[in-house]
């Protein structure tokens, strides 16, 4: 079995849902608090062992590069000023990490970004972070995955449990038990943003799947569906009729950074936690809701 070392993160979605601000700046590059949400992916994917990443993006998104770049100027200032700390803060991530850059020419979806990666990955396995999802967990799910993989040696999907409303955005599995408390089943089909006749489960892909390279094939061979576009969904459920996938009910509390309203979420709840200003805030959020 071979080890996982790549990574890929798709980032080349419009953001629509986070409109007007998206037009002008990615929202993979949105704060939370005072980091990018782009860095919270890939400090994940760096703590599970992850050495190579793929950011596929598009258009207008140079600013991703530019984060995980060195930034000569920031770094002569802070050295003249003493500030050793920070300075090799900010190199500590892009020298930790081999990053590269692709764009998807084209909006084909999800399945079409991840077949752009296939010079990238060869033949190996590989984890994939949705750029919209940042998710806070003991244990990097991304981590959890891979040993999940390395138990049953299939691909593996993240999931969670999602409300009747949410499943028919998401997708819905079709399951049955591995190991219930560990939280592993074996899928048998899935369908993307079901109709509620077609809802199987109320499990739900969220932002992580694990990926053998068998799934190139399938996505090359994977007409457009829902939005008329190439939904990596459909091509995973063929992989887990082929194949095998395994579904992981992972530990971690996911946030959906497309929305307002998941972003909204991060920033307060990573707020309460950060080093710096956790303390003060805590003490102004007591304050403030008791004005609600």
Same mark, same amino acid.
């Given at each position: 079995?071979?080890?996982?070392?790549?990574?890929?993160?798709?980032?080349?979605?419009?953001?629509?849902?986070?409109?007007?601000?998206?037009?002008?700046?990615?929202?993979?590059?949105?704060?939370?608090? %005072?980091?990018?949400?782009?860095?919270?992916?890939?400090?994940?994917?760096?703590?599970?062992? !992850?050495?190579? !990443?793929? #950011? #596929?993006?598009?258009? *207008? $998104?140079?600013? +991703?590069?530019?984060?995980?770049?060195? /930034?000569?100027?920031?770094?002569?200032?802070?050295?003249?000023?003493?500030?050793?700390?920070?300075?090799?803060?900010?190199?500590?991530?892009? &020298?930790?990490?081999?990053?590269?850059?692709?764009?998807? @020419?084209?909006?084909?979806?999800? *399945?079409?970004?991840?077949?752009?990666?296939?010079?990238?990955?060869?033949?190996?396995?590989?984890?994939?972070?949705?750029?919209?999802?940042?998710?806070?967990?003991?244990?990097?799910?991304?981590?959890?995955? +891979? %040993?999940?993989?390395?138990?049953?040696?299939?691909?593996?999907?993240?999931? @969670?449990?999602?409300?009747?409303?949410?499943?028919?955005?998401?997708?819905?599995?079709?399951?049955?038990?591995? %190991?219930?408390? $560990? *939280?592993?089943?074996? +899928?048998?089909?899935?369908?993307?943003?079901?109709?509620?006749?077609?809802?199987? /489960?109320?499990? /739900?892909?969220?932002?992580?799947?694990?990926?053998?390279?068998? #799934?190139?094939? #399938?996505?090359?061979?994977?007409?457009?569906?829902?939005?008329?576009?190439?939904?990596?969904? %459909?091509?995973?459920?063929?992989?887990?009729?082929?194949?095998?996938?395994?579904?992981?009910?992972?530990?971690?509390?996911?946030?959906?950074?497309? /929305? &307002?309203?998941?972003?909204?979420?991060?920033?307060?709840?990573?707020?309460?936690?950060?080093?710096?200003?956790?303390?003060?805030? &805590?003490?102004?959020? @007591?304050?403030?809701?008791?004005?609600?």
């Amino acid at each position: 079995m071979k080890k996982i070392t790549k990574a890929v993160i798709p980032a080349a979605g419009l953001g629509t849902r986070m409109l007007p601000i998206a037009r002008t700046v990615p929202k993979e590059v949105l704060p939370i608090v %005072d980091r990018p949400v782009m860095e919270y992916l890939v400090q994940e994917a760096v703590d599970a062992g !992850i050495t190579d !990443i793929l #950011i #596929i993006t598009n258009r *207008g $998104k140079g600013a +991703i590069e530019d984060y995980f770049d060195f /930034s000569p100027e920031y770094e002569t200032a802070l050295l003249k000023k003493g500030k050793e700390d920070i300075y090799n803060e900010i190199r500590e991530l892009p &020298k930790s990490v081999n990053i590269q850059f692709i764009r998807q @020419k084209e909006a084909k979806g999800l *399945g079409h970004a991840v077949n752009c990666a296939r010079a990238f990955i060869g033949d190996e396995p590989f984890v994939v972070l949705y750029g919209d999802d940042v998710i806070n967990a003991k244990t990097p799910v991304c981590r959890q995955m +891979i %040993d999940t993989y390395e138990k049953y040696g299939k691909a593996v999907a993240g999931v @969670k449990r999602v409300t009747p409303e949410q499943i028919l955005k998401y997708c819905s599995l079709g399951v049955t038990p591995l %190991d219930e408390e $560990k *939280g592993e089943y074996d +899928i048998y089909d899935m369908v993307e943003k079901p109709k509620p006749e077609e809802v199987l /489960s109320n499990l /739900s892909i969220l932002g992580r799947v694990l990926l053998t390279p068998e #799934i190139f094939d #399938i996505l090359d061979n994977t007409a457009p569906g829902a939005g008329n576009e190439i939904q990596l969904t %459909d091509a995973m459920r063929t992989l887990a009729k082929t194949k095998g996938m395994t579904a992981l009910e992972f530990e971690g509390k996911r946030y959906d950074m497309g /929305s &307002k309203l998941g972003f909204l979420m991060a920033n307060c709840e990573y707020a309460i936690n950060h080093d710096e200003v956790g303390e003060d805030f &805590k003490a102004y959020l @007591k304050e403030f809701v008791k004005t609600l």
